[in-house]
């Protein structure tokens, strides 16, 4: 009971923007941290209650002209009723001031994930300063998920979908499908099937959304039962078109993106086997749009046997995996993404860079090296760029 009071007294029915910790009142020792963190996300299906998670030594900076409120020209949204005739997802529901807040269409592609799949959605039901809708595609379950989905389906009439057929897809195809199946929308979320959001992620993206195309942001990397484990690395550089050739910073399950990010991403095919995200994030940063990403977490991303896409924990880790994955497992994501980005329509700057990476293809490992220069390559970190360089010199691309 205590705890629930306490969560009373922080939850705020306002939308969470940059200083989202200032709101914080829970003091917790390192022992409680683990038990209270879990406790609070199972929380928010009691009576309503939105609890914003506390998580001590988080950064919020203050907002900046590239991370302002959206003014309230801006927040203007079409009315329920007219979403409901365009999305044909039916009445988004009676959320107050719903004519006034931002309208994020969620898009879910799943498989087998009934183990943690109902927290997942507890934690879209319980966002806060935006009206959601959820387009969800199952990827031929054969456990409890598309039950779970049907019965989350009924407790929020109007506001679910489903996308059906295809046959087997795979993760980054499906969600690929759903964004191209997707009814047009103010704003588009991916978001995957086994973590939990925050209570402010969708208001926050939106609020940094003045002059970006897609927001994406750190991890709350956490154990199955919600023990926190570490955040996910910062980039040591801002993510921009060259580097995110090199490697990808933008996590899928934190995107956020806008109508123009979509018809991006979609004005040409992702390459077969590819990452939705990853394909994404380059369309937006070649086409000329702008990315951003936020140091803040915005979801506690479960790690588990079944992820498709961890996060290293340390850096020991994450150099094992880059090591495991060698020159080959380096070049051959490039070489696929360099034969399919020249389809979208890029800026002359974007063309520039995958004009000069053709020099990886060189004999001499010198001519390599001024290549990636010349194009701005770069890995986000300083142990990959090193990497990076090293698998350069020893092999030129295939």
């Known amino acids: 009971m205590s705890l629930l009071m306490t969560l009373i007294e922080v939850a705020a029915p306002t939308v969470t923007f940059p200083r989202l910790r200032d709101r914080l009142r829970l003091r917790l020792t390192v022992a409680d941290k683990p038990r209270v963190l879990a406790e609070a996300v199972r929380a928010a299906d009691i009576g309503g209650i939105s609890p914003i998670l506390p998580r001590e030594g988080l950064r919020s900076s203050a907002p900046t002209d590239r991370r ?8 203007k949204a079409p009315s329920p009723a007219n979403f409901a005739t365009r999305t044909g997802l039916g009445d988004t529901g009676n959320v107050g001031e719903a ?8 898009l879910l592609a799943s498989f087998n994930g009934a183990a943690h799949l109902w927290e997942q959605l507890q934690s879209l039901a319980t966002q806060q300063g935006v009206v959601w809708s959820l387009l969800w595609r199952d990827d031929g379950s054969d456990d409890e998920t598309i039950a779970i989905l049907d019965e989350f389906a009924t407790a929020h009439p109007g506001r679910v979908a489903r996308l059906s057929g295809g046959g087997r897809l795979g993760a980054g195809a499906s969600f690929m499908r759903l964004l191209a199946e997707a009814p047009d929308a103010e704003f588009y979320a991916f978001m995957d099937q086994d973590d939990v959001w925050l209570p402010g992620k969708l208001a ?4 940094a ?3 970006n195309d897609l927001v994406c942001t750190r991890l709350q990397l956490v154990a199955p039962d919600l023990r926190e484990i570490a955040l996910s690395p910062l980039p040591s550089r801002p993510p921009n078109f060259a580097t995110l050739l090199a490697h990808n910073v933008a996590a899928g399950c934190t995107m956020v993106l806008t109508a123009r990010a979509r018809s991006w991403a979609l004005a040409a095919p992702m390459p077969e086997g590819g990452l939705h995200d990853w394909w994404c994030a380059l369309a937006v940063t070649g086409c000329g749009g702008c990315l951003s990403f936020d140091p803040e977490p915005s979801l506690l991303y479960r790690q588990h046997s079944g992820n498709l896409v961890g996060g290293g924990v340390g850096r020991l880790d994450r150099m094992r995996r880059m090591l495991g994955r060698g020159s080959a497992g380096f070049y051959a994501p ?4 360099m034969a399919a980005l020249p389809a979208l329509p890029l800026t002359q700057d974007a063309r520039g860079v995958l004009a000069a990476l053709q020099g990886l293809r060189a004999g001499s490992p010198f001519r390599r090296l001024a290549a990636v220069r010349q194009a701005g390559l770069a890995h986000h970190a300083r142990l990959g760029d090193a990497l990076l360089r090293t698998w350069v010199l020893l092999r030129r691309m295939p």
């Open 209 to 211: 959304m003045t002059d």
């Open 334 to 337: 490039l070489v696929r993404l």
């Open 204 to 207: 926050r993206a939106i609020a």
């Open 99 to 106: 004519g006034l807040l931002p309208q994020v269409l969620i």
């Open 68 to 75: 302002r409120q959206r003014p309230a020209g801006r927040l």
